[in-house]
């Protein structure tokens, strides 16, 4: 809220006590999923009592539980361009309140959800929008943090660092000017995006693919240190970070941590979101529950990556060699991705690898998928025909199938 509320705006339409538009609102907008209709109208009394009521009975779930709210994420981002203006309701509130623009009801809005929370002992969390102010820059458009709402507690959550976008050092400005913040960036940690750019990867590619190492090599102390590769994979000019600002020791204190997000409207079925998830939680939990490693420290960029490399080596080894077993045991159907072969022509002969180890791969001749009958790979397979590789779980379970076809003589 205010925008990506499309089901509760169509929920409530019509019903006097709860509704969040206004019904005489002619303005014209597209949401970043293409919806018309899906942000909340500031200036009616019935948006606040609809999260009012909403706030009062998480609370009063959380309480019956015994697990008392202590922090609520109230929404803010992709509020999109056109919004409000052909609201009758927001135009009177806004002469009412002398207001010269509809984003000054931003803080009409967030002011009033404040108000509602005070009264449950909570103090508002959000996504980064609620912690900026929009305004201009040599006649382009900018953002510049908003003092205001740092000021009364409030925690930011952000999610934006893409490169090139230019909004790579927000969340380190947001912490150097006081605000509480959770990293959540997209190039690191938006788990619904595909691993790689394999067509039969399941996932979204808007922020870039995540696989393992993404979330592993993340650095939240200098996370421009180890951004490598933009969205599409490319090498990353580091001129993209050159006069952005970098985290100071007071904002570094209130960094509180990191999230791994997925949307599950976004994985296109039921019995994805394990695979979606794992195994690039281990690369959170590496990042999110441990001290920064040797490698984020050290000073000199070859011995840096020399830690590195040993580190990831660790880390691989330890997820396919014990931990997906260990989930194979312990939880039955578990669907995560098993690792697809990387496969190399040379001299003739296909060479094979594993970017995770621990799986049985095995192999056909003549395009069909392998299957738990299949010759096992022991070494490099002649080029005969179409090779097909695939890796095995130790319960049988397969995964992707990568091909090589011998030229045609």
Do not use: C
């Not at 943090?145 to 947001?174: I, K, Q, S």
């Amino acid at each position: 809220m205010p925008g990506h509320a499309r089901a509760a705006v169509k929920s409530m339409a019509g019903n006097a006590q709860y509704q969040l538009t206004d019904p005489n609102d002619r303005s014209v907008y597209r949401s970043v999923q293409d919806y018309p209709d899906n942000v909340m109208d500031p200036a009616l009394e019935s948006t606040y009592r609809f999260i009012d009521k909403v706030v009062s009975d998480l609370v009063a779930m959380h309480r019956e539980a015994g697990a008392p709210l202590k922090n609520i994420h109230m929404g803010g981002d992709e509020v999109p361009n056109g919004v409000w203006v052909g609201s009758p309701a927001v135009q009177a509130l806004m002469q009412a309140k002398g207001l010269k623009s509809v984003d000054d009801l931003w803080y009409v809005l967030y002011g009033r959800v404040a108000d509602i929370l005070k009264n449950y002992g909570l103090v508002p969390s959000g996504w980064e929008e609620i912690a900026v102010r929009k305004t201009r820059v040599n006649g382009r458009p900018a953002t510049i943090v908003n003092p205001a709402f740092a000021e009364r507690g409030w925690r930011a959550y952000v999610w934006n660092n893409v490169p090139g976008w230019g909004a790579e050092d927000l969340a380190y400005r947001l912490a150097n000017g006081g605000y509480d913040v959770v990293l959540s960036p997209v190039t690191n940690y938006y788990f619904d995006l595909a691993w790689n750019p394999n067509p039969d990867e399941r996932g979204l590619d808007w922020g870039g693919f995540i696989d393992l190492r993404k979330p592993f090599e993340f650095i939240p102390f200098d996370y421009y240190r180890n951004a490598r590769v933009d969205r599409a994979g490319n090498p990353l000019n580091p001129a993209v970070f050159v006069g952005k600002d970098r985290l100071t020791d007071y904002g570094r204190a209130h960094v509180l941590g990191i999230q791994g997000n997925l949307w599950s409207e976004t994985i296109g079925g039921e019995g994805r979101l394990d695979y979606m998830l794992v195994p690039k939680l281990f690369g959170l939990a590496e990042r999110a529950w441990a001290a920064d490693p040797a490698w984020a420290r050290e000073s000199n960029a070859a011995r840096a990556d020399s830690l590195f490399g040993e580190s990831w080596s660790q880390l691989v080894n330890v997820v396919g060699k014990r931990e997906l077993p260990r989930l194979e045991r312990e939880m039955p159907g578990l669907n995560y991705r098993i690792p697809t072969p990387g496969l190399k022509v040379q001299g003739g002969m296909v060479y094979t690898t594993l970017e995770i180890p621990g799986f049985t791969m095995r192999y056909t001749t003549d395009g069909s998928d392998p299957t738990t009958r299949s010759s096992v790979v022991n070494g490099p397979v002649p080029l005969r025909g179409t090779v097909s590789v695939a890796a095995f779980s130790s319960s049988g379970r397969k995964g992707l199938t990568a091909r090589v076809t011998a030229p045609v003589p």
